[in-house]
Each structure stands twice: as structure tokens, then as C-alpha cells.
């Protein structure tokens, strides 16, 4: 079974708060998602492989760590996860961006598939896939097949918010994909909605509703 790393970082904490207070802005709502997407960045790439190297200080010549091995993809499933591509991005510059295009019916809540395009070497790379909210799962479990139909072994979820539902469905689909999370809510509602949560993340991402 995956892991579930849930963020238990203070700022992280008081940004999620403001981002669920329904009178936030859209404004701030992406500045938030941007600046928490950054501070998680730095827990999902803890283990990224290291290599010592010779490089020759002002004082002597050294052997130092730098990153080594497979580079990272980051892949948003649209729309609400690209709120979550620059936060990530400004710590690893040189990571690939793919995009999944999938939304949740509203009468069936299941979701559907638009949009697929992965870096050429995706197999290659170590994949987080970003989506603010981790509802029923079914929209992570999607992308994350898409994904590995694409060969790609080493995947990594990140969410802002999940629910305690989404978060079973989604280690019994991907048992090999661990989920990172800032925040843990209660339940979902009737609507498939978490709760408490923050409401559609996407319609607050971009202000359309
Ligand atoms: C939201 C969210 C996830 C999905 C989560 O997207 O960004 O992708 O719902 O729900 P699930 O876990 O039950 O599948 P939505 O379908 O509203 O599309 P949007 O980002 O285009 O608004
Ligand atoms: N999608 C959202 O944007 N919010 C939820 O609470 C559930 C699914």
C-alpha cells in the first residue's frame, strides 16, 4: 500500500485556512495554491537521488552532492491542477510539464477525458501528478493510468485538500503511487463535495463562478 504524507507545516496550515475562507479572491486563492504548491514541492522531492561531484572552491578542490539520475515531469490534470505547476516549478526549473484534460461529470460524477500530452521521455522521469482536490479519486485514478499506459513506473500525486473516500480509492487503483496531501478533511457530501474543503477549486481558480 502507498504512503499517505499529510503536511503538517504551520505556514502550510494557515494558507490552506485562507484558502478555504469562501471571501478569498481568486487573486490570492492562486497566489496561495502557488506559494503552498512551493513549500510541498520541497517534501515530495525529498528523496530525489544524489551524486557526488568535483568542483573547486576558492579554498580547495571538494567532492559535493548534486541532483543525479531521473529528472522530474510534472503533470496538472486541467483545469484546477495548474494552479499548482509554478509553485513546483520555481524549485526544480528544468522539470517537463504534460497536461491531462479530465472533468468530473456533474449528473454521474465520474470523470471524462479530453486532453493527453506527456513529455516524450516521460517514462524516463520521475511524474508528479498535481489536482488540488482528491474527491471520490476517480479523476486521479484516470490520469494516473493514462500515465502509466504511457510506460511511466515512478508517479507521485499531490493535492492540496482529499478526502478520506478519495484517498482509499486512489491506493487501491495506484497501491505503488504516494499521495501528498496538505490537508486531510472529513467526508465528502452528497454531491461528492469534501468537506469542509474550499468548494470548486477550479471555478475559484480562475473566477468563473
Ligand atoms: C475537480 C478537481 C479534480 C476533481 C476531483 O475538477 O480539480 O480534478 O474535481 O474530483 P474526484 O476526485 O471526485 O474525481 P473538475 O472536475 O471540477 O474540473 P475543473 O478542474 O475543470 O473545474
Ligand atoms: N472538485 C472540487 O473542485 N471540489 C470538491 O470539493 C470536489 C471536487
Known amino acids: 500500500m502507498s504512503n499517505l504524507y499529510v503536511m ?18 481568486s487573486k490570492d486563492f492562486r497566489e496561495l495554491l502557488t506559494e503552498i504548491s512551493l513549500l510541498m514541492g520541497y517534501e515530495v522531492t525529498r528523496d530525489l537521488p544524489l551524486q557526488e561531484i568535483e568542483i573547486e572552491t576558492p579554498m580547495c578542490v571538494t567532492k559535493q552532492p548534486v541532483l543525479s539520475g531521473r529528472s ?11 494552479g499548482m505547476v509554478d509553485g513546483i ?25 479530453y486532453y493527453c500530452k506527456l513529455p516524450v521521455d516521460a517514462e ?11 474527491a471520490t479519486g476517480g479523476s ?17 500525486f499531490m493535492c492540496l485538500i482529499a478526502a ?7 491506493q487501491e487503483a495506484h497501491p505503488d503511487v504516494d499521495i ?14 469534501i468537506l469542509p474543503g474550499l468548494g470548486d477549486a477550479g471555478d475559484r481558480l480562475f473566477g468563473t463562478k
Open 180 to 193: 501528498y496531501t496538505a490537508s486531510l478533511d472529513e467526508r465528502l457530501d452528497e454531491n461528492c463535495y
Open 89 to 113: 516549478l520555481s524549485l526544480v526549473p528544468s522539470a517537463k510539464v504534460g497536461h491531462i484534460g479530465c472533468y468530473r461529470d456533474h449528473d454521474t460524477k465520474k470523470p471524462v477525458e
Open 8 to 25: 503538517q507545516h504551520p505556514l502550510i496550515k494557515h494558507k490552506v485556512t485562507m484558502m478555504r475562507d469562501k471571501d478569498t479572491t
Open 164 to 170: 478520506p473516500e478519495g484517498v482509499k480509492a486512489l
Open 72 to 82: 522530474i515531469g510534472i503533470v496538472p490534470i486541467l483545469r484546477a491542477g495548474l
Open 140 to 156: 486521479a485514478a484516470m490520469a494516473i493510468d493514462f500515465i502509466k499506459e504511457k510506460g511511466v513506473k515512478n508517479i507521485k
Open 124 to 134: 524516463q522521469r520521475e511524474i508528479i501528478v498535481v489536482d488540488p482536490m482528491l
